[in-house]
């Protein structure tokens, strides 16, 4: 896709140009091991860049990511089914160009300064996750509870997410659920650059809590409504002497409706 903009701004008029590509490969798997025994393994390359250019503005990002990626489900009751999986990931990023110097200057004879930064990581994750129906002996009662781990080894950070839901199925057709859960992310990973950036930024947190509605009307047509509250912490920071903490905070609240039709 490209872009062109006419930007009006006090210290320059002129024109945002951007382009972006992107391109996708999956190879999957999958085998029913046993009546109750489900696998699905899938190898999958993506290559993601974008071109910016303004005034002195001109870089280029490049993203490569490479993953493996194992799931199984197990039914182990008529009530109850474990869902686990495995991700290997190798991800490499390239960051390279001119950006203003200061954010407020984008002229063509202003300062610039120079980017030339790569990064490469891996991560390793994986989840275990429980369905259970009827809880309690509670018909059309049900939960879903896991956690979710992930390790980034060349960067010395890791975590691990509880997630929690639990629902009730009003009808064949609707369904109410009320879902918590704690997720991890990393900041953009030039923010860990050893010259522009701290290499011991730690992951940013968020705490969600969603209530959801469902109306399933048959298979091609559906109504979801959500209501969430997201409570964020550790967000980078720009610091006149570490270049970015991990001090930030915020919030969201909203409603989502979405629906599907044919």
Known sequence: DKQGVNIDRAEYDGIFNGNSTNGFFNLHQKHILAENFLIKNSLSFNRHTNNWQLGILDFKQTDDVLKFRSDVELQLTNNIKLISGFEAED???EYKGVIPEEDFDYRPEGFGEVIDVEVDNYRLGGYGEFEIKNLFGIENLFTVSGVRFDAFPDIDINWFDPRVGIGFKLSDISTIKLAAGIFHQLPDLRLFSSDDGNPKLQSMKAEHIVLSYDLTLNKNNSIRIEGY??????LPLEDDILNY???????ANGVDVILKGK
């Open 91 to 93: 991800r490499f990023r």
């Open 229 to 234: 509250h997201k409570n964020y912490e550790d």
């Open 245 to 251: 903490t991990n001090d930030g905070e915020g919030f």
